[in-house]
């Protein structure tokens, strides 16, 4: 119910991007999905990574979550990847 475009934007975005996506996400649907995915790798600068985990829900990294084992393992793979993006994004920012 958002009238603000937010793919379209991502098309803007010069920074460095991580997407987690889960593959049973009901609320980020394939089609969105895949239309955030080709805005991300329209840009010309900024690195898209995309990491895709199926059947996982959306919302897999909450622990509250983490009962349903596909969830609980897309966090464990995706946690520690995420953590070391972030830490080398900034870390390139600072220099």
Do not use: C
Request: hydrophobic fraction near 45%; charged fraction near 15%; charge should be neutral.
């Amino acid at each position: 119910n958002h009238t603000h475009d937010t793919v379209a934007d991502a098309a803007r975005i010069a920074a460095p991007v991580m997407v987690l996506h889960a593959g049973a996400d009901t609320i980020m649907t394939a089609d969105v999905f895949a239309d955030l995915q080709r805005s991300l790798l329209s840009r010309t600068s900024g690195a898209t990574i995309v990491h895709v985990y199926p059947g996982a829900e959306h919302g897999f990294s909450t622990r509250a979550r983490h009962g349903n084992p596909v969830n609980a393992d897309a966090y464990a793979l995706s946690w520690p990847q995420a953590l070391n993006f972030m830490a080398q994004t900034l870390a390139a920012g600072r220099r």
